[in-house]
């Protein structure tokens, strides 16, 4: 049922007296205001979030039309959408040369390397601040 649907549907609660999500069937604790109130819906059904999901699934098929297949090996089946600079390593979510379809076996690979270099980075980060401060 979509978000935009909840607005009859009475407020349920759990064994605490705290409200769950307004959206039916979904069982999680919206977080609460700074005065101490419930919001109506949990982190996956705010309104930023849905808009972001819109959003994303916009800008991805956007992608997908712009590169056809898969950047690394031509594969035209189980196409993804990959950030060329991991969000992890400090890449732009949003901008779209930062943006490269891969196939799900390329895409592995990547973030293998990907996760390998956010690791090195950490490392080294570590590191230097070792030798900074001995």
């Given amino acids: 049922m979509k978000r935009e649907m909840v607005r009859d549907i009475p ?7 705290e409200p769950f999500c307004a959206v039916p069937n979904c069982m999680k604790l919206p977080d609460k205001f700074k005065n101490g109130n419930s919001r109506k819906y949990c982190d996956l059904h705010d309104s930023y979030s849905l808009i972001r999901e819109r959003y994303w699934s916009f800008f991805k098929t956007r992608i997908l039309m712009r590169d056809v297949c898969c950047v690394k090996c031509g594969s035209k089946e189980d196409l993804q959408v990959d950030h ?3 969000l992890v390593n400090g890449g732009d979510m949003w901008n779209e040369n930062n943006l490269q379809t891969l196939c799900v076996e390329c895409h592995k690979k990547k973030t293998k390397e990907d996760l390998k270099e956010r690791k090195k980075k950490k490392i080294l980060k570590l590191n230097g ?3 900074g401060n001995g």
Avoid: K
């Fill in 129 to 131: 601040s070792l030798i």
């Fill in 11 to 17: 407020i349920r609660y759990n064994s605490f007296g």
């Fill in 84 to 86: 060329i600079i991991a």
